[in-house]
């Protein structure tokens, strides 16, 4: 099987290669990177419910970290855009409209947009919830 330089992926780009001279390349040059350093520890919990912090903040997407003790909770709710959560470390139930699940450290739960759901720490967690709010225009 012949190795590619280019993602198989339509969204990721791969480097150029040798022999690349003069060949448009894709992606760009221009854009933002933005590391948001270490995630725990940002916030405390308070008293049955998870501390939250906004880690990032940009057109395309937010980020907050929660941090629940054992026992912290957040009642049902919805969010208004869709979005991800992330268990950094921990173990919470995250309760939905047709069935519970629980997300341990590396998984990841995707939403749509306004689905309620209600959030329980199984033991101290750390987490992060990424609101997605759309694309930036492809060229």
């Given amino acids: 099987m012949a190795m590619s330089n280019e993602s198989d992926h339509p969204d990721e780009v791969g480097p150029a290669g040798p022999g690349a001279a003069g060949r448009r390349r894709p992606g760009t040059d221009v854009g933002t990177a933005t590391p948001t350093g270490g995630l725990?520890?940002?916030?405390?919990?308070?008293?049955?419910?998870p501390?939250?912090?906004?880690v990032l903040d940009v057109d395309t997407a937010k980020v907050v970290v929660f941090e629940f003790d054992t026992g912290d909770a957040l009642a049902e709710h919805a969010a208004h855009h869709p979005i991800l959560?992330?268990?950094i470390r921990?173990?919470?139930?995250f309760d939905l409209p047709?069935?519970?699940?629980?997300?341990?450290?590396?998984?990841?739960?995707?939403l749509t947009p306004l689905?309620?759901?209600?959030?329980?720490?199984?033991?101290?967690t750390?987490?992060?919830?990424?609101?997605?709010?759309g694309s930036a225009e492809r060229g």
């Fill in 98 to 110: 047709d069935r519970s699940i629980e997300l341990a450290p590396g998984e990841v739960l995707h």
């Fill in 115 to 124: 689905l309620r759901h209600g959030v329980r720490a199984l033991e101290p």
């Fill in 51 to 54: 501390g939250a912090a906004t």
């Fill in 126 to 133: 750390t987490l992060t919830v990424t609101m997605l709010r």
């Fill in 40 to 49: 725990s520890g940002r916030a405390a919990s308070r008293g049955g419910r």
């Fill in 90 to 93: 921990g173990r919470v139930g």
């Fill in 85 to 87: 959560v992330q268990v």
